[in-house]
């Protein structure tokens, strides 16, 4: 993960808190631009750049904002989907299943935001920079299905490479162990796992829903057993989670209802 990478997700992870305390990560001289919405407008410097949003969170009842994906546009400049959660001061009503289109572009010089251009709309933010959300979303489907592919050869290092260094792992084999594999190393201990239960495998993705940095899949599984020489084959939903691209959650549910519900989405 780049610098810059580390440092937006330094900022969100603070904001999905609901920790707007510090703005040490933006330049003294920064350029605070709110493209549309409410109130759009541009500010510049720390200070002004803090009264601005106060304004903003002064609107809502413990709010906090989360990012959904993230994207390293270059070598300055970062694009971060995100959402805001929070209640209605004078309604109540939570709002965040309401306001979950929101996008924000780092420009990033020295480790410090130089320029911090936020979208209440993201397909504003995807027209002005030349993509769209789609294409975001197929480069995790064609993640799933490179890992599909590797794991079916009980590739481990082909895995490993479409995997965070923080990825966390969850199987059926894990479920009945009780095990969940952490990192690269449990990576291939996981493919180690199966290569000594079967004597083949095949993983096949049958159906896909997907949203963002999060994807549940309705997996096919077959499998020849190295002892038993005996052929199975099951189908159940994996819901996964990425962070840049790669895959940073696997966990295996019965249901698709379970498994949509473990990350948040929704047929």
């Known amino acids: 993960m780049s610098e810059n990478l580390d440092l937006a997700r330094s900022i969100y992870d603070a ?21 549309d919405g409410v109130e759009p407008g541009v500010w510049k410097g720390r200070a002004e750049m803090a009264r601005a949003i106060r304004n903003i969170l002064d609107l809502w009842e413990h709010p906090c904002i989360e990012a959904d994906a993230y994207r390293e546009l270059d070598e300055s400049r970062v694009f971060v989907l995100n959402h805001l959660n929070a209640r209605g001061k004078t309604s109540g009503m939570n709002v965040g299943g309401m306001l979950r289109n ?15 251009v936020s979208y209440w709309d993201r397909d504003h933010a995807f027209a002005d920079l030349g993509l769209s959300e789609q294409a975001m979303s197929q480069e995790n489907v064609e993640g799933i299905e490179r890992a599909y592919e ?31 594999y952490r990192g690269h190393d449990g990576v291939r201990d996981y ?19 997907e949203e963002s940095d999060r994807a ?27 962070r840049d691209g790669k895959v940073l959650s696997w966990a295996v549910y019965p249901s698709k209802t379970e498994a949509l519900e473990a990350i948040g989405l929704s047929e």
């Not at 020489?229 to 159940?236: A, K, M, T, Y």
Request: glycine fraction near 4%; proline fraction near 2%.
């Open 191 to 209: 493919i180690a796992t199966l290569a000594e239960a079967f004597e083949w495998i095949r993983t096949e993705a049958l159906d896909v829903v």
């Open 15 to 35: 904001w999905g808190r609901g920790d707007f305390s510090s703005l040490d990560w933006a330049h003294p001289e920064v350029q605070y631009v709110v493209v």
């Open 216 to 242: 549940v899949v309705c997996n096919r599984f077959r499998a020849r057993g190295r002892q038993s020489g005996v052929e199975v084959e099951e189908r159940f939903f994996q819901a996964l989670r990425f």
């Open 150 to 180: 590797a794991m079916s050869r009980l590739d481990a290092e082909a895995v490993v490479a479409l995997c965070d260094p923080d990825v966390e792992f969850r199987s059926r084999i894990a479920e009945a162990d009780d095990v969940t």
């Open 102 to 116: 929101g996008a924000t572009v780092l420009h990033i010089r020295d480790q410090k935001v130089m320029k911090y």
